[in-house]
């Protein structure tokens, strides 16, 4: 069965610092995809990234960067330089490949970032 | 309308009563996902429509809930003789077929149980 384990209940940062979300996912597929969704106080969870299991190449966009291991069934992600803004719940999730060409997700129990100005 | 819409978003009922809970998913988008969110927990799969074909209906918790997707649309989950631990946010999110896996969702129909 498809499993994902976010950690860290809450982190708590001083904006402007550095966070990293961790999330560790278990599967028996060789091929898969791994998603964030964030989910700010409004409620409304928003797509963040998508990856398959076959591209492990770290990804950057603006402040947000993301760790792919295989080998440690690891897919982080990093915020550089937080913000208020990026006060939220963040969820990780896991989806196995289906040819019908759609994703049922599994996702993990969140990670809530509080950033203090 | 632009997002998926969701109503009522707010629902307070009476322990044993039914409730319907509606999603207007984007226009054009095939698939269609109800998931619920509990105080602690992670987002819940309850169930997913795809086109014309039968629902995955393997995370209902109980034969007390049901879904329908009528015309391919507009979709409405069903709670029948409602429990307290039915008291949850319920999600749902809509995706077009392609490579992105993308899913939206709605902001949620807040129920609870008293």
């Known amino acids: 069965a498809q499993k994902v384990t976010q950690a860290q209940t809450e982190i708590s940062v001083v904006e402007k610092e550095d966070v990293t979300l961790d999330c560790v996912y278990e599967?028996?597929?060789?091929?898969?995809?791994l998603f964030w969704y964030k989910q700010p106080p409004s409620g409304e969870l928003v797509f963040l990234i998508r990856?398959?299991?076959?591209?492990?190449q770290n990804e950057i966009s603006g402040r947000y960067s993301w760790n792919f291991q295989k080998s440690t069934s690891s897919f982080n992600f990093t915020i550089t330089a937080s913000q208020v803004v990026d006060s939220a719940v963040y969820f990780c999730?896991?989806?196995?490949?289906?040819?019908?060409?759609?994703?049922?997700?599994?996702f993990g129990t969140g990670t809530r970032l509080l950033v203090s100005p | 309308g632009a997002g998926v819409s969701q109503s009522p978003s707010n629902k307070v009922t009476e322990k044993g009563k039914d409730v319907e809970l509606r999603c207007d998913p984007i226009?054009?988008?095939?698939?269609l996902y109800w998931y619920r969110q509990s105080l602690g927990q992670g987002l819940e799969f309850l169930i997913y429509f795809q086109g014309n074909s039968a629902p995955d209906k393997s995370g209902l918790p109980s034969d007390r809930f049901s879904a329908e997707r009528t015309g391919g649309s507009v979709s409405t989950l069903t709670i029948q003789r409602t429990q307290q631990e039915d008291s949850a946010v319920y999600l749902c999110a809509s995706s077009k077929r392609g490579v992105t896996g993308e899913l939206f969702f709605g902001e949620g129909s807040r129920l609870t149980v008293l």
């Open positions: 999730a896991l989806s196995e490949a289906m040819n019908t060409g759609f994703q049922k997700l599994v």
């Open positions: 599967t028996r597929d060789t091929t898969y995809y």
């Open positions: 990856r398959n299991s076959f591209d492990e």
């Open positions: 226009s054009g988008h095939t698939a």
